[in-house]
Nanobody, 112 residues
Framework: EVQLVESGGGLVQPGGSLRLSCAAS????????MSWVRQAPGKGLEWVSS????????SYADSVKGRFTISRDNAKNMLYLQMDSVKPEDTAVYYC?????RGQGTQVTVSS
């Protein structure tokens, strides 16, 4: 059974930083593209970033490009999202995603 457990969310001031983590289990983590998606209040799911199985190729939504960095540690079955220079519009529940599976999410609130 695929299990994805996100952590690291919280309240952060505009311009600040936050690092999200996702612990994966129940599948061969190193074989899959992994992604982060988010859902802002009252809005649909938005793709944020993806990283290939080996960790060498990443892609980002225009809205976060240059501010967020996705990474993974295949030895630890962990996925990360480093969020820098955050903005109020980054406020959302952030989900770790493998194909059609998602975790329970972690809330990120950007506010002064």
């Amino acid at each position: 059974e695929v299990q994805l457990v996100e952590s690291g969310g919280g309240l952060v001031q505009p311009g600040g930083s936050l690092r999200l983590s996702c612990a994966a289990s129940g599948f061969i983590f190193s074989s899959y593209v992994m992604s982060w998606v988010r859902q802002a209040p009252g809005k649909g799911l938005e793709w944020v970033s993806s990283i290939n199985s080996g960790g060498g190729i990443a892609s980002y939504a225009d809205s976060v490009k240059g501010r967020f960095t996705i990474s993974r540690d295949n030895a630890k079955n962990m996925l990360y999202l480093q969020m820098d220079s955050v903005k109020p519009e980054d406020t959302a529940v952030y989900y770790c995603s493998k194909q059609n599976s998602r975790g329970q999410g972690t809330q990120v609130t950007v506010s002064s």
